[in-house]
């Protein structure tokens, strides 16, 4: 244990636990950002590099990734960002569904004034670049809405379940399957729930979340059209 000012210094400020949460925190932050494709072989070598950290706490963070759900890891192979089984995905998409209805629902028993303001205006937002926004932009300001969701709901453990669901990873393997869907349909959506949460309704609510989150699963032509 480090010494600091003449005492002893908590475990977790050690440099390497400092260095080993900050190569876990930016490959996962990398992986969950698409830097990665599915199932791509990660190196040693390369990742040690650029992380800046020795290969020994690269192979005990990618362990952790491996724990979590980020990548796979067999012994004496390199180990791989995941990819999901269609069937996986739709697991995940529909307990998403489930999950984020839950939120919703407390968000609209516990959302303040100065919570429904930021939500409307991450709506505004929305429909204001409907025609100009692009692709990145656009998703952006969806990830944004439901982050707000969940931190309005001030639901820790349901909020925690949800962020292990790594479903956007999933979102992004199945990409290239997607069904276009207008922005204006996106956007009702997305007011729908926002109406239902300034009333204060969660029945509504949940039900708005639930179909948003359905109609994101089957536009990825995942589950029952």
């Known amino acids: 244990m480090a010494v600091e000012s003449g005492k002893l210094a908590p475990p977790g400020d050690s440099p390497d636990t400092t260095r080993a949460s900050r190569a876990y925190a930016d490959l996962r932050a990398q992986i969950l950002a698409g830097d990665y494709e599915p199932n791509s072989r990660l190196t040693e ?3 040690s590099a650029r992380l800046e950290i020795s290969r ?14 980020y990548v ?11 990819s999901f089984s269609e069937e996986e995905a739709v697991e995940i998409l529909e307990t998403r569904e489930v999950l984020e209805a839950a939120l919703a629902a ?9 919570d429904i303001a930021a939500l409307t205006e991450t709506c505004e937002r929305m429909r204001a670049g409907r025609e100009s926004d692009g692709r990145d932009e656009s998703s ?13 709901a001030r639901q820790a453990t349901l909020t925690r379940f949800v962020d292990s669901l790594l479903y956007p ?8 399957m997607e069904r276009p869907r207008s922005r204006d349909t996106i956007l009702h959506e997305h007011e729908a729930i926002l109406a239902a949460i300034i009333t204060h ?8 979340m639930r179909h948003h989150l359905s109609a994101v699963r089957r536009a990825l032509q ?4």
């Open 106 to 114: 407390k968000a609209a028993e516990r959302a303040t004034e100065e």
């Open 72 to 82: 796979t890891a067999e012994a004496n192979r390199s180990a791989r960002t995941r």
């Open 56 to 69: 020994g706490t690269l192979r005990s963070v990618l362990a952790r990734l491996a724990q979590e759900g």
């Open 169 to 176: 990873m999933v979102l992004r393997q199945f990409r290239d």
């Open 140 to 152: 952006a300001h969806n990830r944004r809405f439901h982050e707000l969701v969940r931190a309005m």
């Open 201 to 208: 309704n969660p029945d509504a609510a949940a039900a708005a």
């Open 222 to 225: 995942l589950g029952p059209a």
């Open 45 to 47: 070598t390369e990742l």
